[in-house]
């Protein structure tokens, strides 16, 4: 399966990162299909660059963004973008619901 994702380049303490499509078992570091992108939150002010018709065209052939790409995608105007992205599930909430319909 193909996932689309940040990988981390740059040095200590100046992030940068580039937004790839690679095979979801490969290490992050390691083989990429294609880079469609870049982000570099360390700049003022932050720039984030995608080729919007290559990460369409990858969604079309069943990749999927990570949350953190998805979001950063969303944030540069990509529709439908919300599917992908999840929300961080917390420990306590999943013992109160089950403790909740006991009751």
Do not use: C, F
């Amino acid at each position: 399966m193909l996932v689309i994702r940040l990988q981390r380049t740059g040095r200590r303490n100046l992030a940068t990162y580039r937004i790839v499509v690679a095979e979801k078992s490969a290490a992050v570091k390691k083989k990429i299909v294609e880079a469609v992108g870049h982000y570099l939150p360390t700049q003022t002010p932050k720039v984030l660059e995608a080729n919007q018709e290559r990460i369409t065209y990858w969604i079309s052939q069943g990749a999927q963004p990570s949350p953190t790409a998805a979001s950063l995608l969303k944030s540069l105007g990509m529709k439908d973008m919300d599917k992908y992205m999840t929300k961080p599930n917390k420990k306590g909430k999943k013992k109160k619901a089950t403790e909740e319909a006991a009751a």
